[in-house]
């Protein structure tokens, strides 16, 4: 009979319009979010970073801003690790590239803001820039040796000023480890 | 003496039912379309050349952005077709995981359509229930991949990381609902009269038509033809899968609808049955680091939730692939359109729209 | 009980002017005034209650809360919120329009929807105007409202606003017949076309949804393509022609686009209760009260027609009308005649 399948679907809304309801009351209510939850703020584990700018350079694109300094015991240290979030397509290269491990997600969903600038954000908090200040200075007090110039290494110093993002130094096959 | 005249009617780029920015060109005598004539281009991203200009491994998440409602369909594509250029074996269980993943895509995809068709036809509660039962299958996706819409989650060499129990223990109780939304949707949408009117004999199109413009997907399916390349190419582990390939009979818009409607079905067996035979071992290829294919080209196809999605890629030998070109389903079918139009209501073009499923992420690319 | 009724209060408040002004005459007056000031406070308040009903009847149906910020957990502000809102939005002038008739078109499709709330018998001897030949002015009224639509539809220079227009004119002259037929059975089985007499029918025997079951079918159905909701929404289909002949408005002009819809949505509830559902009549408590509750159920059954069912397309709608519906209510006041005439010389 034409008109039936009309009142089976009135049934199915009256039984939902008392049922319960699916939506949260979002502010007050936030939903948890998963481990592996990708996005939010990058967290860096500054003690432990190498600068190596793998991450940087594993970026589609170019996203990570990096900044480095060489101390006087000739080991790299960031001194800004800019993350210009409006272009970052949160697809967890970086993350995936970092040869320690030592980046991650602060997994906090609510990172919209007003202005285009405050999506550059600064990875490096005052603490790591305390840090880097002691080691700087511990460095400074106990320099290393100057290199003796027996190799002039001409392709390194080419490299090592400006690091090309898309160019990845080592070539040699190593296995792609998953960060768990 | 006055005269009548044909009008023309831009419909989009910004219009509530153009699916994104679609813009159609209706030539229109009082409210019957003579012509529909899709302009295209207003999404246009560039992917392709982006792929080119980036690795192969960072070229992966670019495909997440052609159909953004089924990711994981466009990136076990593209990881496929560089699988192939490259030489690399999947591990079997990388294999299957890819299958169940992208399996739920496609029911949530098609989800997707039932929920924009329903509301293209002004019921827009239909839509609200089908992107409800959506939500559970992205938090399926955001359990194991750590995103709900760009998944990233497939690989070149297998996928990201391993599925967890929680995700394989939550997949099954998905699929025990499935039947009772879907039996929630017959009720409020299949069984009413008025959406069956809508769809029934509108955008009608001959086997002949469909295949001269080159349609694939639900959309041939639905002229009765059975061509689904999961069956007919059998790539990854599809034909290990016991499942049926749905087709209509007359191509109307109601063939479509449920040519989509009961391949939720059929998606949900396969998902069942990969879980069920998931095997243990590696879920990750061992890959280059530095992906350097060698020298050639290839043309890797997969059934997409729209259809047929091929990637060409062209290798020089370097890290980053000399050319790729993306056989995109969406775009294909829109050439339908103009037949699928006239003669028929803008009631109507709005349904063909919707029948079609373009999604303009893809269409544009 | 009997001090609860609308009656008694307009009796209270027309001896307070009486005592004020000292003079008959000049109280009548005045409380026609009053009388017509209640009746432009019905509407508003019901556009206030009808756009927070709507909201919350669609969010549950569809497994929302619907509007849950202003004023509290349950959003009881939001029409102030919402209204504050359409004020306070610029006023969008179209390039090209006819200015002087899309201006006009929002105000005129006001006054017949307001218009008819003289004609209701809200309860026992309220009523603002009660006439002889209430049923016929009524739909003479209301089917004033095409025009407007038409106005706006053409003078906003856009073709969406055109369509929609158009659709008006084909689907309002289509409904308005079967809706006709539909209510001339009422008047044949009460004799009159006296609002207050049908209603007074109704009390003495039965409610005439039991007598006249097809009519009121009908009636539900042609309401709802009158009153331009879905599953007859062709007029603003945002879908299709995005918002029809409201496309090009904004602000307070829409919103009285907006107002006239909500007041035509309570009118067709009101005229639903008063022809078929026995007005104000009912056991035990007062008749206002029962009155509003069975018109707040109607407006309960719109919506949920609303938020259930898919669009219908403008040749299926019509000629549902013309091959389905009209017959139809023909076919009804044929056999309701018949009846009459039998009942009659039985009697």
């Not at chain 1, 100057?146 to 090309?164: G, Q, T």
């Not at chain 3, 008063?274 to 206002?288: A, D, E, K, Q, S």
Request: charged share 20%.
């Amino acid at each position: 009979m034409f008109g039936k399948g009309l009142i089976t679907g009135m049934r199915v809304t009256l039984k939902h319009f008392f049922g319960k309801k699916e939506t949260f009351c979002y502010p007050e209510e936030k939903l948890p979010m998963p481990e592996r939850f990708r996005g939010g703020h990058l967290v860096i584990d500054y003690k432990k970073c190498i600068a190596c700018q793998l991450c940087s350079m594993a970026c589609p694109n170019q996203a990570i801003e990096l900044k480095v300094v060489t101390d006087a015991q000739r080991k790299r240290h960031l001194t800004s690790y800019i993350h210009h979030m409006g272009r970052c397509m949160f697809c967890d290269l970086c993350i995936e590239n970092c040869a320690i491990h030592g980046l991650h997600w602060d997994q906090n969903y609510e990172i919209s803001a007003y202005t285009r600038d405050a999506f550059d954000y600064e990875v490096l908090t005052d603490d790591d820039r305390q840090y880097l200040k002691e080691v700087m200075e511990a460095a400074a007090a106990n320099p290393a040796p100057p290199i003796v110039p027996k190799k002039p290494a001409a392709p390194k110093p080419a490299e090592a000023p400006k690091p090309e993002p898309k160019k990845p130094e080592e070539n040699k096959e190593t296995e792609v480890k998953p960060n768990e | 003496m006055a005269g009548t005249e044909t009008y023309t009617l831009n419909m989009g780029p910004q219009h509530p039912s153009t699916h994104g920015v679609l813009r159609v060109q209706l030539e229109l005598d009082g409210e019957n379309i003579l012509s529909a004539k899709p302009i295209m281009g207003y999404l246009h991203r560039g992917i392709e050349k982006l792929l080119e200009s980036r690795t192969y491994v960072q070229g992966v998440p670019y495909t997440d952005r052609l159909d953004y409602v089924s990711s994981m369909n466009n990136n076990f594509g593209f990881c496929r077709a560089v699988e192939e250029l490259a030489g690399i074996e999947v591990p079997e269980r990388a294999e299957y995981i890819r299958v169940i993943v992208a399996e739920l895509n496609r029911i949530a995809s098609h989800l997707v359509f039932i929920g924009s068709l329903a509301i293209d036809l002004g019921a827009s509660t239909g839509m609200l229930y089908t992107f409800r039962d959506r939500e559970e299958i992205l938090d399926l996706f955001n359990l194991v991949c750590g995103a709900r819409m760009t998944f990233h989650y497939i690989r070149v060499g297998g996928v990201n990381r391993d599925v967890q129990p929680e995700f394989i223990e939550k997949t099954y109780k998905f699929l025990e609902h499935v039947p009772v939304f879907m039996e929630e949707y017959k009720k409020i949408l299949l069984g009413n009269e008025i959406f069956m009117s809508r769809l029934k004999g509108i955008s009608k199109m001959s086997k002949e038509t469909a295949l001269s413009h080159n349609m694939t997907g639900p959309n041939i399916r639905a002229t009765g033809i059975p061509y689904d390349i999961r069956k007919v190419d059998g790539y990854s582990v599809y034909p290990r899968f016991d499942f049926n390939v749905v087709t209509g009979k007359n191509g109307d818009n109601w063939d479509r609808f449920n040519v989509r409607y009961n391949e939720i079905f059929e998606s949900a067996k396969i998902v069942r049955q990969a879980l069920d035979g998931l095997p243990e071992g590696p879920f990750m290829a061992k890959v280059p680091k530095v992906l350097r294919p060698p020298k050639g080209e290839v043309f890797s196809r997969t059934e997409g939730t729209r259809g047929e999605l091929g990637f060409y890629i062209v290798s020089d030998g370097s890290t980053k692939p000399y050319r790729v070109h993306i056989r995109r389903p969406s775009f294909v079918n829109m050439q339908g359109l103009n037949d699928m139009c006239r003669g028929y209501l803008i009631g109507d073009s709005v349904a063909a729209f919707s029948a079609i499923d373009p999604l303009m992420g893809e269409v544009d690319c | 009980m009997e001090n609860l009724t609308v009656g008694a209060a307009a009796e209270w408040i027309r001896s307070v002017i009486l005592l004020i002004l000292g003079n008959e005459l000049l109280t009548d007056v005045v409380m026609k005034f009053v009388g017509l000031g209640a009746c432009i406070g019905v509407i508003l308040t019901a556009a206030i209650v009808l756009t927070y009903a709507e909201r919350k009847v669609c969010a549950f149906m569809q497994v929302r809360l619907g509007p849950n910020r202003v004023g509290g957990r349950f959003g009881l502000l939001q029409p102030i919120a919402d209204m504050l809102k359409l004020m306070s939005k610029e006023d969008i002038i179209p390039d090209g329009c006819d200015r002087i008739v899309w201006a006009l078109s929002p105000m005129l499709l006001f006054v017949p929807s307001a218009l008819i709330y003289g004609l209701f018998p809200f309860d026992e001897g309220v009523v603002f105007a009660d006439v002889n030949v209430g049923v016929f002015l009524l739909l003479a009224i209301s089917s004033q409202s095409v025009l407007p639509f038409l106005m706006g539809g053409y003078a906003s220079n856009s073709k969406y606003a055109f369509i929609g227009g158009m659709r008006t004119v084909a689907q309002m002259l289509s409904y308005e017949a079967p809706m006709v037929f539909s209510l001339l059975g009422v008047v044949m089985i009460t004799g009159s076309m006296r609002m207050t007499d049908i209603v007074a029918a109704q009390a003495e025997n039965v409610w005439f949804v039991l007598l006249q079951p097809i009519a009121f079918i009908i009636f539900i159905i042609s309401a709802t393509a009158e009153t331009n909701r879905t599953p007859f929404d062709l007029v603003e289909d945002e879908s299709e022609i995005v918002a029809g002949p409201f496309a090009e408005y904004s602000g307070m002009r829409w919103a009285l686009f907006f107002l006239a819809e909500y007041a035509n949505l309570l009118s067709i509830s009101i005229l639903t209760t008063t022809f078929f559902l026995g007005g104000w009549h009912g056991p035990f408590l007062p008749g206002v009260f029962w009155f509003w509750m069975k018109v707040l159920f109607m407006v309960f059954v719109f919506m949920w027609f609303r938020w259930t069912f898919p669009r219908t397309r403008i040749d299926q709608m019509l000629s549902f009308s013309w091959k389905v519906l009209l017959p139809l209510a023909l076919v009804n006041m044929m056999f309701t005649g018949i009846g009459v005439y039998v009942w009659r010389s039985m009697m």
